[in-house]
């Protein structure tokens, strides 16, 4: 098993950056393809971006292509999602997910962890 913690949100005016950790607990931190998820107030959950193990593979939703950009530290266990030109709309509780042995996914529902989420607010 393991346990995710987000961490890195905040307050942050439109056009601004922020930078998201997801710190996991246990040695097989390499072995999980890694997510990011948020949800906004009213809104179902939705992917935010993917990676497999070594950070390699990728994938991104459209809305933030361009702008985040996923990586990790096997070595530190931790995953990030870079945030730049961050938008009103980007606004939600952001997710950090992983899923065993497997390649990155958009589906939430392949997802056995999560974290306990982090809140980020983009100011107009």
């Known amino acids: 098993q393991v346990q995710l913690v987000e961490s890195g949100g905040g307050l942050v005016q439109a056009g601004g950056s922020l930078r998201l950790s997801c710190a996991a607990s246990g040695r097989t931190f390499r072995s999980y393809a890694m997510g990011w998820f948020r949800q906004a107030p009213g809104k179902e959950r939705e992917f935010v971006a993917s990676c497999n193990w070594d950070g390699g593979s990728t994938i991104y939703a459209d809305s933030v292509k361009g702008r985040f950009t996923i990586s990790r530290d096997n070595a530190k266990n931790t995953m990030y999602l870079q945030m730049n030109s961050l938008k009103p709309e980007d606004t939600a509780v952001y997710y950090c997910?992983?899923?065993?042995?497997?390649?990155?996914?958009?589906?939430?529902?392949?997802?056995?962890?999560w974290g306990q989420g982090t809140q980020v607010t983009v100011s107009s």
């Open positions: 997910s992983g899923r065993y042995y497997s390649s990155p996914s958009t589906r939430s529902g392949d997802y056995t962890y």
